[in-house]
């Protein structure tokens, strides 16, 4: 008695419920403001290195900043010199238009992976509510203003590469929090599987922002952004009014309507309160990489997000050249590993709940995709079905994409909780931001590999997957070693 309790259980399984869907909608509206670019921009033509969200999908939009006026029809009062450009978006009308789409799309990447490094920092020692409202906020300001260059007549690449930059930047605000926020929510015992199931906001993110931004691109292009960019803005007014951070912030007010106010409130319980809080102090950088499993697991999750992202990019291209399809149906069929993913998810986070080993299921999927990596090519060599085929990309993306997705949540909630931490929750974002952040390096390195090996063959950027995906494999060993040993009876059995 005379100390903070926790909702009554009805109260509480309420809240949960309404956290996770609102986190869902939140984290939805991220993706959906990022993939707007890839729609405007894109073209059947793969660049070195791409934004780390684009879907090849989206290979049935014709690009709207550089296209083939000679199909355009051009109005009678236009006078013009130049008949292949007219119709082109400055600066992008050059012959050199690729590589200007790889600077904006180098300047969002660059910006993320380095800013998702001290993201987690500030989310520590500011109300998660706050950071989220204001990043939700600037990541619309910034996608706006990025589509009003079309309204303004703007021709700048610099104007069109400083918008990417910093809403990369504000971008990291949402990884690390809202992982925080669903961290703070729900316990380790079914932890896994509900974010796996959550963790689809990604996916259903790059949908609608893809049927978004392309109900707006053949008319007015900058439309493509900006209502993106009001959609996220106004998800961050609903953080603001709507957020509970976590079960500490509904102690408060359930403790004033008690009954036993008097004796809730008295001066040994605030005494208590105060030194508890005093002592719950948000957690360094070099802290954070020093809660067992972090480095293990941001190493693996590099590699890991290079073999899925890698796929992301080159997959649709790969189906395009080896079984002749055309670029639109060859991008449809890529969606299966993506579809395969989610399921990948699921799957990791219930038998990780179940086992108690995430480290180990980690494991075993990446060891099982190492030969179906060799598989899908030989099979695209040999031989061709569509339907076999399907279920092939369906495997291949569950077993590539799990461990990503149960890294991403599950594990970041399990170490950034971490029983060093004696009871300090302060430490979620900094530890999410740090494994994300980490991941982000080998999500823009797979493309570039993959785009400077595949002139030499299609087999060695396989090897070069093989390879990636052994490595994550050998970074978990001693974190595997330890859970076995654990199940054995060696030692207690741990998550994480």
């Known amino acids: 008695m005379g100390t903070p309790r926790d909702p009554p259980g009805q109260s509480l399984r309420m809240y949960r419920g309404f956290i996770l869907i609102l986190t869902f909608f939140f984290y939805t509206a991220y993706h959906l403001s990022r993939k707007p670019i890839s729609i405007v921009k894109n073209s059947v033509i793969l660049f070195l290195v791409k934004e780390v969200f684009f879907s090849f999908s989206d290979l049935k939009f014709q690009s709207q900043l550089h296209r083939n006026c000679s199909f355009v029809i051009r109005p009678t009062d236009l006078n013009i010199t130049d008949n ?7 600066p992008f009308d050059q012959d050199n238009y690729q590589n200007l789409f790889g600077y904006i799309d180098n300047c969002f990447l660059v910006a993320y992976a380095i800013g998702m490094f001290f993201s987690g920092m500030f989310g520590e020692r500011l109300p998660l509510r706050y950071y989220l409202t204001s990043g939700m906020l600037l990541s619309g300001l910034f996608t706006s203003l990025f589509g009003l260059g079309f309204y303004w007549n703007i021709h700048s690449l610099w104007y069109y590469c400083l918008m990417q930059a910093l809403n990369g930047l504000v971008q990291t605000t949402g990884w690390p929090a809202v992982v925080a926020c669903v961290g703070n ?34 008319s007015a292009w900058g439309m493509s952004f900006i209502v ?50 005093e002592q719950a102090e948000a957690i360094s950088f070099c802290g954070a990489l020093r809660i067992p499993g972090v480095v293990e697991f941001s ?14 990019y080159w997959l649709p291209l790969y189906i395009a050249n080896v079984a002749n399809f055309d670029a639109k149906s060859a991008g449809d069929m890529s969606t299966l590993f993506d579809v395969g993913g989610i399921l990948g ?64 949540t599950a594990v970041s909630a399990d170490l950034g909780t971490h029983e060093c931490l004696r009871g300090n929750a302060k430490a979620l974002s900094t530890v999410t931001a740090i494994i994300d952040g980490t991941g982000s390096i080998g999500a823009a390195i797979g493309p570039l590999l993959a785009g400077l090996i595949s002139p030499t063959g299609w087999n060695n950027v396989f090897y070069m997957l093989i390879s990636a995906d052994v490595l994550a494999c050998l970074l978990l060993c001693r974190l595997v070693f330890k859970e076995v040993r654990g199940w054995c009876g060696y030692t207690t059995r741990q998550r994480g």
């Open 84 to 90: 292949d450009t007219w119709c082109d978006w400055a």
């Open 185 to 218: 929510w729900f316990g380790k015992g079914k932890r896994g599987f509900i974010m796996g199931v959550w963790n689809s906001h990604t996916s259903v993110g790059n949908i609608l922002g893809s049927l978004i931004a392309g109900a707006f691109v053949s």
């Open 228 to 277: 993106p960019g009001i959609i996220i803005a106004a998800m961050g007014i609903i953080c603001f009014f709507f957020l509970v951070e976590s079960k500490l912030s509904l102690r408060e007010p359930l403790l004033r309507n008690s009954a036993n106010n008097e004796e809730i409130f008295n001066n040994h319980t605030s005494a208590v309160v105060e030194a508890v809080e």
């Open 299 to 312: 190493l693996c999750l590099l590699f890991a997000k290079l073999v899925s992202y890698t796929f992301l």
């Open 345 to 408: 998810g699921i799957l990791a986070g219930v038998v990780s709940d179940y086992t108690g080993g995430r480290a180990t299921t980690c494991c075993v999927m990446l060891i099982v995709a190492a030969p179906m990596f060799n598989l899908l090519f030989l099979y695209l060599s040999l031989s061709f079905s569509p339907s076999s085929f399907s279920v092939m990309l369906l495997v291949c993306g569950a077993l590539v994409n799990g461990p990503y997705a149960l890294i991403t």
